[in-house]
């Protein structure tokens, strides 16, 4: 394998590790605990696993946690009212509403519903238009990971040729949009682009955030290039992700593994996102 791995476990062990410090400093200069509060609806064992692992992180760096669990049958009304309720109790600087939630509520206007100052997630229409105007804001938490990684390898931008795979709002679409926001010529691949692989052997910079795996060929990695897969998909040979990666690894200047890559950033960049949240609720700018 030519390529050198990013370690996401590490580098989210480093984000955490220094939001834990911020977070001290917080409270030492006289603030209130920043404090995130976790809504989950019904039972679904995988979602209680997320959000028990998303409570325990903000535990170990100091933030105050609010561990939200409605019956599965909770309605929209009542969702919406526990949302609200969170969005005015100053102890409360972050909201994450899991999800999917249960199939009878509507998920696109429960997230509308959160404060968007707290939005932590990064995932209400107001984050989304921040984000597409260049604003500050609150990011989406797998993109702000993704950029994250990049940042610490110092995988130079401005004026690369970044290629996304996958167009999603939870991460093709930020992805494409913070790689834009550091100057990177973007192209941005979704089901219905025509030869896949010939756009993906331009990427200097390749990320792949579909959720097939293999779909993306070693092939069609370009010599030298940054890899980044997103991916995560059940096989029987356990976790991969989208890209081949051993083949991808040959060619590769920097290639993120699956499992250990992106997944451990996500949690790291929400509990970065709490603190931010509270200082600008603070009105001290982060
Ligand atoms: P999604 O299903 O919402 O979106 C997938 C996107 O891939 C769509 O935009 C679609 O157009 C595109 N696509 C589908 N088939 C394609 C093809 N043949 N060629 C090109 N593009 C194609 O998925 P998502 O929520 O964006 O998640 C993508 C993957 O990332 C999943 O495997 C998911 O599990 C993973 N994920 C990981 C993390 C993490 O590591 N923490 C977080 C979020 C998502």
Redesign the pocket.
Known sequence: MAAELIDGKEIAQQVRAEVARDVAAWTEAGHRAPGLATVLVGDDPASAVYVGGKQKASAEVGIAGFDHRLEADAGQAQVEALLRELGDDPRVSGILLQLPPPPHLDAGALTEMIDPAKDVDGLTPISAGLLAKGRPGLRPC?PAGVMEMLRRHEVPLEGAEAVV????D???KPVAALLLAENATVTM???R?RD?GEVCRRADVLIA????AG?VRGDWVKEGAVVID????RTEQGLTG?VEFEAAAERARLITPVPGG??PM?IAMLLRNTLIAAQAQAGVLA
């Open positions: 797998t795979v996958g167009r999603s939870l991460v093709g691949c979704h089901s682009t896949l955030a579909v959720g097939r779909l997103v991916g995560i998909n989208d992106v997944g996500t």
